[in-house]
C-alpha cells in the first residue's frame, strides 16, 4: 500500500468537517451573486477582483467560425491555440510569453473536473478539451495570474472554468459538411425528468484532413446530466464519455520540403497517431441558507491515451527509426469543498469569507515510453505505476472598506505525495512536498464607469512524478541522472484598469509581470518537457468589447510580452517558444432572424527558437469568416477557414534531426507544422 494511502482516511476525516461548497474553479470564489454574465459584453465593474478577469457566453462561441473544438478557448483575450499534431491529440496553447505546450502553467477545469493531467505519458500538464462539446458551453471564466486563492497547479499564466449548460431551450440538431471527408453532427435535447432536468447529447466527427496522409479522425463525444434546481439550491449529476482515435501528421523539417522529399503537408513516418479515451461522473451541490453559501463536488475519471510519435526520424536508431510510443491509463478521483459567509464583520466593515478544500488522486496504472515501428513495441524505455495525491485548503477575505475601495486576501496550502514504482528499481521511491502561495487584490472603483486593480501572489507548478524520484537514466539503466523538485514556485504581479464606456464599450488594461523558479521547456527528441532555468516574464495586455446594439459586436485585442531566463549562460537568455506578440480582431452581425455573419483575424509574432535567439520562426496571421441564415427553427450557414489561404506555420521548433543519408549527428533544423489550407465547411441545423 502506497504510504500515503495510510494517511488519506485522517485527512478525509478532516476535510469533511469543512463546509462543503464545490470550489474547483476560481469564479466559483467570485461569486456574481444576482449578476448575470452573458459572454464579454457583460460590464465586469463592482464584480471583478484584478483587470484579467473576465467571461465567455454562448453568446461569443455561437457566430465564431471555429476550425477545431479547442479554439473555444482563443475566446480569451491573448491566447491562441494551435496544433502540431493530429486532430485528437491536445492542442498547442501560448499566452502571456509562454509556449504552454499542451497545458503546462494554464490550469482548465470543466464543469470543476480538472482537464490537466499530472505526470503525463506525453507532457506535465496535458490538457485535453476535445471532449467538450462547444455548443454545450454555457460560460468560460478565465482568470490570468496568480492572484485567486482557489486555483493552485498549473494556474501561474492562468486558468480557465469550463461550465456546461444544465438545460437547452429547444433540441438540437446539427450537421456539418467540408472538404477532406469532413463530417460532424451533433444531437442534443433536454427535457423534464421527475423533479429535475435531463439533458442527453450524442457529437460524431469524421475528418481526413489536407494531409498527405489521410488523419482518418474518428471522434465520439456523449454527455448525459441530470440536474435540479429549487430557488438557490441546486444539484446535478453528469455523465461525459469521449473516443477517439486518429494519425498524426507530425512537424517536419523544412530541409525535407526544400529537398522535395515530401510537401509541406507530407509526412515522413506513415504510422504514426494516437487513440484517446476519457469517461467521467461528476456530481455538483450548492446551498444557500441566509449569508451562508454551501457546495460540493465530486468526480471520477477514467482516462486512456497512446501516442505514437516520431521527431527526429533516424537520429538515435539509423535501422528501426525513432518513432516511440507514450502510453497513459488512470483513474482519477477527486472531492472539491467550501462555504462562504456573507456580510460578515472584519475590523467592522463588510466581509465575504471562504474556506475551502480540494483533494485529487491519480492511481496511473500505466505510465510508459516504449520504442516502436510501425506503431509495435519494440523494447521498453521505462514503464511505471504511480499514486499521486494532491490536497489542498485556502481562505480568502473580501472585504469592504468603503465605498469605493475593496481587497482580498487569500492564503492556499497545497500538499502533494508521489509514489513511483518504476520498471527499473532504482527509480522508484516516494516524495512529498508542501508549498504555501499568499494572494492579495485591491479593487478601487471610482464610478460606475471606470475600475482600478492591483494583484499580487504566489503560484505553482508541479513536476512529474517520475523526475522527483529519478535517479539514472532509464535510457541505459546507469547514467546518473539528478532529480527535480517536486513543486516550483511562480510570483506574479499586475495592476490595470477597467472602463466602460456607456455600457456599450467594455475596455480592460493590464500591466503584469511573472517569475518562474524553473521554466519547462520542449523537449524535440523526447517529444515532452523537462524542467530547465528560472524565467521572468513582463507585458502588457489590452482587450476591448463593442456592442452598439444587441445583434452586432466587435471585438480588438493586443498582448505584448518580454520573456528572459533569469541566470546567465553562455547559451544564452531567450526562451525558445517564447510569444511576444498576439492580436485578433473580430466583427460578428447576429440577429434573432435572418442573415448573419462573422469575420475574424488572428496574429502571433515571431519566436526565439533556440536560447541566442539566432534562430526564429516567422510569425503568423490568418482569417476565418462565416455568413448564413437563419429562422426560427433552422439555420444553414458556410464556413470560410482560412480565408486567404496563408501557409504561416502553426508551430516551429529547432531542434536536431536525421533523414536517410544524412550524418550520424544529424542536422539541427526548423521543424514546422503548416496551418490547415483554405477549406469551406456547410452548417445546417434544427431547432425541434
Known amino acids: 500500500m502506497p504510504h500515503f494511502m495510510i494517511k488519506l482516511p485522517h485527512f478525509l476525516s478532516?476535510?469533511?468537517?469543512v463546509a462543503f461548497a464545490s470550489i474547483a474553479c476560481a469564479h466559483d470564489v467570485y461569486d456574481l451573486d444576482a449578476f448575470k454574465v452573458e459572454g464579454r459584453g457583460t460590464p465586469l465593474i463592482g464584480e471583478a477582483v484584478s483587470a484579467s478577469q473576465g467571461y465567455v457566453g454562448q453568446i461569443d462561441l455561437e457566430a465564431r467560425p471555429m476550425l477545431r473544438s479547442g479554439e473555444i478557448l482563443e475566446t480569451i483575450p491573448g491566447l491562441i491555440v494551435t496544433q502540431h499534431s493530429g486532430t485528437g491529440k491536445a492542442n498547442q496553447y501560448f499566452l502571456r510569453g509562454f509556449n504552454l505546450d499542451h497545458g503546462t502553467d494554464f490550469l482548465t477545469t470543466v464543469d470543476g473536473m480538472p482537464v490537466n493531467m499530472v505526470t503525463h505519458g506525453h507532457g506535465q500538464g496535458y490538457s485535453d478539451i476535445n471532449f467538450v462539446i462547444p455548443e454545450l458551453v454555457d460560460?468560460?471564466?478565465?482568470f490570468k495570474g496568480s492572484y485567486y486563492a482557489a486555483v493552485g497547479d498549473f494556474a501561474s499564466a492562468g486558468s480557465a472554468s469550463i461550465t456546461t449548460v444544465d438545460t437547452l431551450d429547444s433540441g438540437l440538431a446539427k450537421l456539418s459538411l467540408g472538404e477532406d471527408q469532413y463530417f460532424r453532427a451533433l444531437v442534443a435535447d433536454s427535457q423534464g425528468f421527475g423533479q429535475g432536468n435531463l439533458l442527453a447529447a450524442l457529437e460524431r466527427q469524421t475528418n481526413d484532413g489536407p494531409w498527405d496522409l489521410d488523419e482518418d479522425l474518428d471522434k465520439t463525444n456523449g454527455v448525459l446530466k441530470f440536474s435540479r434546481q429549487s430557488g438557490d439550491d441546486s444539484f446535478a449529476v453528469t455523465?461525459?464519455?469521449?473516443?477517439?482515435s486518429w494519425n498524426s501528421a507530425d512537424q517536419i523539417p523544412e530541409r525535407a520540403v526544400e529537398q522535395g522529399l515530401i510537401s509541406p503537408f507530407g509526412s515522413l513516418d506513415q504510422s504514426v497517431g494516437g487513440k484517446s479515451s476519457r469517461y467521467s461522473i461528476s456530481t455538483d451541490w450548492s446551498q444557500s441558507s441566509g449569508d451562508v453559501t454551501t457546495k460540493a463536488n465530486a468526480y471520477?475519471?477514467?482516462?486512456d491515451m497512446n501516442l505514437w510519435s516520431n521527431f527526429t526520424y533516424f537520429l538515435d536508431d539509423p535501422v528501426n527509426g525513432d518513432q516511440f510510443e507514450q502510453a497513459d491509463r488512470r483513474m482519477i478521483y477527486g472531492l472539491s469543498a467550501s462555504r462562504s459567509y456573507y456580510r460578515q464583520s472584519f475590523f467592522g466593515r463588510d466581509a465575504r469569507h471562504t474556506f475551502g478544500a480540494q483533494l485529487r488522486f491519480d492511481d496511473i496504472e500505466e505510465v510508459g515510453l516504449y520504442k516502436?515501428?510501425?506503431?509495435?513495441?519494440?523494447?521498453?524505455?521505462?514503464?511505471d505505476a504511480i499514486d499521486e495525491l494532491a490536497a489542498s485548503v485556502f481562505y480568502?477575505?473580501?472585504?469592504?472598506?468603503?465605498?469605493?475601495?475593496?481587497?482580498?486576501?487569500?492564503?492556499?496550502?497545497?500538499?502533494?505525495?508521489f509514489d513511483v514504482s518504476s520498471g527499473l528499481t532504482a527509480n522508484s521511491g516516494a516524495v512529498d512536498d508542501t508549498i504555501i502561495s499568499p494572494k492579495f487584490n485591491a479593487i478601487y472603483t471610482t464610478d460606475n464607469d471606470v475600475e482600478y486593480y492591483f494583484s499580487a501572489g504566489y503560484g505553482f507548478h508541479s513536476n512529474d512524478a517520475r523526475g522527483t524520484t529519478i535517479r539514472v537514466d532509464p535510457n541505459d539503466g546507469t547514467t546518473p541522472v539528478s532529480p527535480v523538485d517536486p513543486l516550483v514556485r511562480s510570483q506574479g504581479a499586475e495592476t490595470g484598469v477597467r472602463v466602460s464606456w456607456r455600457d456599450n464599450l467594455n475596455t480592460s488594461i493590464a500591466i503584469w509581470g511573472l517569475r518562474l523558479d524553473s521554466e519547462l521547456l520542449y523537449v524535440g527528441d523526447a517529444g515532452n518537457t523537462e524542467a530547465s532555468?528560472?524565467?521572468?516574464?513582463?507585458?502588457?495586455?489590452?482587450?476591448?468589447?463593442?456592442?452598439?446594439?444587441?445583434?452586432?459586436?466587435f471585438d480588438l485585442d493586443l498582448a505584448l510580452?518580454?520573456?528572459?531566463?533569469r541566470d546567465e549562460d553562455p547559451s544564452g537568455r531567450e526562451i525558445p517558444g517564447a510569444i511576444d506578440k498576439v492580436a485578433s480582431a473580430g466583427v460578428s452581425i447576429n440577429p434573432s432572424n435572418g442573415w448573419f455573419g462573422a469575420l475574424r483575424w488572428r496574429y502571433f509574432g515571431g519566436r526565439p527558437l533556440i536560447e541566442d535567439g539566432s534562430v526564429e520562426s516567422n510569425s503568423f496571421s490568418a482569417f476565418n469568416g462565416r455568413i448564413g441564415y437563419k429562422q426560427e427553427r433552422w439555420m444553414v450557414s458556410l464556413d470560410l477557414l482560412n480565408a486567404l489561404d496563408s501557409r504561416d506555420h502553426d508551430i516551429t521548433y529547432f531542434y536536431a534531426s536525421r533523414l536517410p543519408g544524412e550524418s550520424g549527428e544529424g542536422v539541427e533544423d526548423r521543424h514546422f507544422h503548416v496551418i490547415e489550407p483554405r477549406s469551406l465547411r456547410l452548417n445546417l441545423s434544427w431547432r425541434f
Open 14 to 17: 478532516w476535510f469533511a468537517c
Open 139 to 142: 460560460l468560460i471564466g478565465y
Open 239 to 244: 455523465l461525459m464519455g469521449y473516443d477517439a
Open 300 to 303: 471520477a475519471i477514467a482516462y
Open 372 to 383: 516502436t515501428v510501425d506503431r509495435r513495441r519494440i523494447s521498453t524505455v521505462r514503464e
Open 396 to 417: 480568502e477575505t473580501l472585504v469592504s472598506w468603503s465605498g469605493n475601495l475593496k481587497t482580498t486576501l487569500g492564503l492556499r496550502a497545497d500538499y502533494y505525495d
Open 533 to 553: 532555468r528560472p524565467s521572468e516574464r513582463s507585458g502588457i495586455e489590452i482587450a476591448n468589447h463593442f456592442a452598439p446594439n444587441d445583434w452586432l459586436s
Open 561 to 565: 510580452t518580454d520573456a528572459s531566463f
